[in-house]
């Protein structure tokens, strides 16, 4: 705005001048197009939001230059703020008002005394920016001083961090200096026995030489009674080896007799030839008919590698394995029918390197239907009756074999493996199976 016009000695304050400039932009949106004044008609086009900021010069000079337009705009401040505007009219400045409204609405209306409001409202603007500048060095000055107020207890601190590192420095510098003095003692003290070390050497090798003849006799007669002992040895050698070829002949005669006698005593007791194996006599189902549910097991881990290596290695070794605990415990997520063609895959391969007898016990609580497994050979499956839980099946099988015979029954239920072990069998956790299968 290049004149306040009209008795206006200086311009607008700034906030009054946008004020008034955005006032008048909501007024030039709502106008008709024809009469909107011709330097402001590129400017109405624009949108609400960049019209006071792109506009802001052209509305200005409009506003002191076109009395109609101001009037126009006057109109509309008297719309949005009567009670002001009448006060004013009056000549009456309301003592609450914003100094920024009554300046504009004065500037628009145009009543008697308005360069006056307009002095007015600019003092006490600046007023009011000398305090809130006064009470922004204020806060300055009040947030230089908590820092300030900060950094000397930062300071202090800092300086009291140093001394007790000083005091610490001082104290390790203080045992290092009494660690040196026992390392000087220690090393006087170690020369002083190297010394008497050197001594005791020399006089020894003194003695050594003047035993030196004496060693060299003793030398000479012990070579003599080595190659006596030599002479004897090589003696009792071909008695020994004169003596052992009888006592073969003796236990290769006495073999023929004993298995000859095994095949007399077999026919003469009788012995049924349907039973090949003890866990052959354990009553159990096959699969062909559905049980009821049965109690999961609990699984325990177990990190000995060579457990199951060392027990298959054992002559006639009678492997009973626990078959849902062993499925579940090392590919749970499949079917019950893909766990136990599974194990059986992984067992086949284990008899045929082994020549273990295996037998295979299923719960027969988890059919809810016939199922039908195909055993490799050499793999006994048996499923536990109606009523009955694997573990009791397994125990039968463990009691079924004579006393003495190498048993391991592969299963991660505690209780099973406790009770089996009281029977004579050695437990394994089915880990150690299922690593033992992923090897082979």
């Known amino acids: 705005m290049s004149s306040a016009g009209e008795g206006l000695s200086r311009p607008l304050p700034e906030q009054v001048r946008l004020n008034v400039v955005d006032l008048a932009s909501q007024v030039l949106g709502t106008m008709p197009a024809a009469s909107v004044p011709p330097p402001l008609r590129g ?3 624009f949108d609400p939001r960049k019209r006071a900021k792109l506009g802001s010069a052209p509305i200005a000079a409009q506003l002191e230059n076109d009395k109609k337009f101001r009037e126009l705009v006057a109109e509309s401040v008297a719309a949005g703020w009567p009670e002001l505007v009448a006060s004013l ?27 006056e409001m307009i002095e007015t409202a600019r003092a006490d603007l600046e007023r009011s920016a000398v305090a809130a500048e006064g009470s922004e060095r204020e806060e300055v000055v009040a947030r230089l ?3 300030l107020a900060t950094q000397k207890s930062a300071a202090k601190e800092e300086a009291d ?10 104290a390790e510098n203080s045992d290092l200096r009494r660690k040196l003095h026992d390392a000087r003692e220690r090393a006087k003290g170690a020369v002083r026995r190297a010394e008497e070390m050197e001594q005791a050497a020399e006089e020894a090798r003194h003695a050594a030489t003047a035993a030196g003849s004496a060693g060299e006799s003793e030398l000479r007669r012990l070579r003599e009674r080595l190659a006596d002992v030599e002479k004897q040895l090589e003696a009792s050698r071909r008695a020994a080896r004169e003596g052992r070829s009888i006592e073969d002949a003796r236990v290769r005669v006495l073999l023929d007799a004993l298995q000859d006698a095994s095949a007399g005593l077999r026919r003469e007791l009788a012995l049924p030839t349907t039973i090949s194996r003890p866990a052959d006599s354990v009553a159990a189902v096959t699969g062909e008919r559905p049980g009821v549910r049965g109690v999961p097991a609990r699984a325990l881990a177990d990190d000995d590698p060579q457990l199951l290596d060392q027990l298959l290695a054992l002559p006639q070794v009678h492997l009973i394995i626990d078959g849902y605990n062993v499925t579940k415990t090392g590919y749970g997520t499949l079917t019950l029918a893909d766990q136990r063609n599974r194990l059986m895959t992984g067992l086949g391969g284990l008899v045929a390197q082994t020549r273990v007898e295996v037998t295979v016990v ?3 609580a988890e059919l809810n239907a016939p199922v039908q497994v195909t055993a490799p050979r050499g793999v006994r499956v048996l499923f536990s009756a109606p009523g009955e839980i694997a573990d009791d099946l397994i125990r039968q099988l463990v009691r079924a074999e004579p006393p003495g015979r190498a048993m391991a029954v592969v299963s991660s239920d505690r209780e099973v493996a406790e009770s089996v072990r009281r029977m004579g069998a050695r437990p394994v956790p089915s880990g150690l199976l299922l690593r033992r299968l992923g090897r082979a």
């Open 145 to 147: 001083r908590e820092q």
């Open 89 to 115: 009219a009056e000549g009456n400045v309301p003592p609450a008002a914003d100094p920024v409204l009554v300046a504009a609405a004065a500037y628009l209306t145009r009543p008697p005394g308005w360069e």
């Open 362 to 364: 299923f719960d027969g």
């Open 161 to 170: 961090r140093l001394r007790e590192q000083i005091r610490a420095a001082r």
């Open 43 to 45: 400017i109405a086009k």
